[in-house]
Every structure is written in structure tokens, then in C-alpha cells.
């Protein structure tokens, strides 16, 4: 059975519908696939009625921005309760950070001549959430730089003129909605953000003790050595295991539904906590 317990759609910045995930997903043989939107649930209903019709199971879910020490992290909540108010109140709550953020963002590019960047963005954006992302493919569109990672480094990213400060959430405050929700908490992608091993089992270890349940061993396609190494961090802090594409958009191999290879018997599979 493949579990792939992260994935995105156009609610938040990927490409897809939530049926088109879905059917995507059953085409490359998941079984139980997780929607995880960046800071919203906005496709999971729709998601769990392809769903059932595809005769695959959806796990509901979420991706938050959460904050440790000078930089972000992002906390996957697996099993969340749309309808949980505490849920919904936390959704409230990033959203307006998200925007007064991406306000911040519109005022620096329109000092750098670019006056209609925030419009510009907003349509990009569609019907997902407005991030940064948006504003990069925006200076792609308007010809002001060639791709997108041009974009970070010459407007968005650290110490350029649009990059604007933000302090999210503490890992503690996310957990706590993320478990106030019914859901358990996965620290995503642990070896993505650029930290030294050591700084990286600072990391697991402080997500353990902010109340963590699990953390991704697998994101995507990467070494075997990376992934043994990662379960051996989690298994000695009694953590579980989760694995996912972390899918944006078709045509990425590299992080394809399904595609990353199966959870080594060492680990403890989340999937238990939830059910399987
Ligand atoms: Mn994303
Ligand atoms: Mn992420
Ligand atoms: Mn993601």
C-alpha cells in the first residue's frame, strides 16, 4: 500500500484541483493520499468526495507556517477536523498574517517600480491564498527577471528589497491547534531547511518536546542514506515516521505522487495513530 500523506492542489500554490489530485494520485497507485494546503483546508471536502469516487483514501489535512528561531518551519497536520472551530480560528489567524505580509511585500516592489505587483499577484494567485510565490511569478510575467529563483534572489529573499520580516507561529501554538483539531503533527521536510545535522536534531528535538507526533522521513525522492539516517533521529526520540511527494505540479519528478519509494520497516508509520 502507498501512503503519501502530503500534496498539494490550486487552493494553495499547486497546480491542481483537489479532483484532478485525486486522480492523479489513484493513476500512480497511492492508496491513501493526505491534502496538505499551505494554511488552509479549502480543498479537502472536495478532495474526499473524489475520493470516494476514485475508491482511494483522503486523509484530511493542513501545512502551517510555524516559527523556530530565525527561520521557518512548516508543521503538516494529518487527520485535522474541518470542522473544528480551534481549526478554523488558527486558519483566521495565518491568513491575516499572510496578507498584511503580502501587503508588506506590494509596498516594497511598488518602491522598486513595480506599483501594481499586489493585483498582479492577487491574479496569479486565483483562488489559493496569496504568498510569495505569487509575487515572483508576477516579476516572471512582467519580464523583470527570467524564473522564478531569480525573483527570490534579486527582490524576495533575505536582504533584498522586497524581503519583508515575519515572525510565524511558535511550534508549540501550531501543535496545540493542530491537536485541538483531532489531527497529529508532522514536522515536514526536516531536511530542507538548510541546517547542519546538529542543528537539524535541535530541530526534532524541540518539536518533540512542543508536543510533535511525527516526523517526515521521506519528502520526495532523496538519498536512502538520508532517509535511514532520519529514522534513526526519530526512532531514538520515540517519535513516528511519515512520507510524502510533497507534490506541487505535474512534471517534477522529483516530488511525484507516490513516487518516493516505500517507508523502511525501521520506522514507525504515522499511519498507525491514525487508523491504519
Ligand atoms: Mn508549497
Ligand atoms: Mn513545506
Ligand atoms: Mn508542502
Given at each position: 500500500m502507498i501512503f503519501d500523506l502530503h500534496s498539494h492542489t490550486y487552493f494553495s500554490d499547486g497546480a491542481l484541483s483537489p479532483e484532478a489530485l485525486v486522480e492523479r494520485a489513484k493513476?500512480?497507485?497511492v492508496s491513501v493520499l493526505a491534502i496538505t494546503d499551505h494554511d488552509t483546508i479549502a480543498g479537502v471536502d472536495l478532495a474526499h468526495k473524489a475520493a470516494v469516487k476514485a475508491g482511494i483514501q483522503l486523509i484530511g489535512g493542513i501545512e502551517f507556517s510555524s516559527q523556530w528561531g530565525k527561520g521557518g518551519v512548516h508543521i503538516v497536520g494529518l487527520g485535522v477536523s474541518p470542522a473544528s472551530p480551534e481549526l478554523q480560528a488558527a486558519i483566521d489567524f495565518q491568513e491575516q498574517a499572510r496578507a498584511a505580509r503580502s501587503l508588506a511585500i506590494s509596498e516594497r516592489l511598488s518602491r522598486a517600480g513595480f506599483p501594481d505587483a499586489l493585483a498582479g499577484a492577487r491574479e496569479i494567485a486565483g483562488a489559493g491564498t496569496l504568498g510569495r510565490p505569487h509575487f515572483a511569478q508576477y516579476l516572471v510575467k512582467v519580464g523583470a527577471v527570467k524564473n522564478v529563483n531569480a525573483?527570490?534572489?534579486?527582490?524576495?529573499?533575505?536582504?533584498?528589497?522586497?524581503?519583508?520580516?515575519?515572525?510565524?507561529?511558535?511550534?508549540d501554538q501550531v501543535i496545540g491547534w493542530i491537536h485541538a483539531?483531532?489531527?497529529?503533527a508532522v514536522l515536514a521536510h526536516p531536511a530542507k531547511y538548510e541546517l547542519t545535522r546538529m542543528k537539524m536534531c535541535a530541530l526534532v528535538d524541540a518539536f518533540a518536546a512542543a508536543g510533535g507526533d511525527a516526523v517526515e522521513v521521506i519528502s520526495g525522492v532523496q538519498p536512502a542514506s538520508l532517509t535511514q539516517d532520519l529514522i534513526k533521529i526519530v526512532n531514538a526520540r520515540s517519535l513516528y515516521s511519515s512520507c510524502g511527494s510533497d507534490f506541487h505540479i505535474?512534471?517534477?519528478?522529483?516530488?511525484?505522487?507516490?513516487?518516493?519509494?516505500?517507508?523502511?520497516?525501521?520506522?514507525?508509520?504515522v499511519w498507525n495513530l491514525l487508523g491504519f
Open positions: 493513476a500512480r497507485g525573483a527570490f534572489k534579486k527582490y524576495l529573499g533575505a536582504g533584498k528589497p522586497a524581503d519583508v520580516k515575519y515572525q510565524w507561529p511558535l511550534m483539531a483531532g489531527g497529529f505535474p512534471d517534477q519528478p522529483w516530488q511525484e505522487l507516490g513516487s518516493f519509494g516505500v517507508l523502511p520497516d525501521e520506522a514507525k508509520p
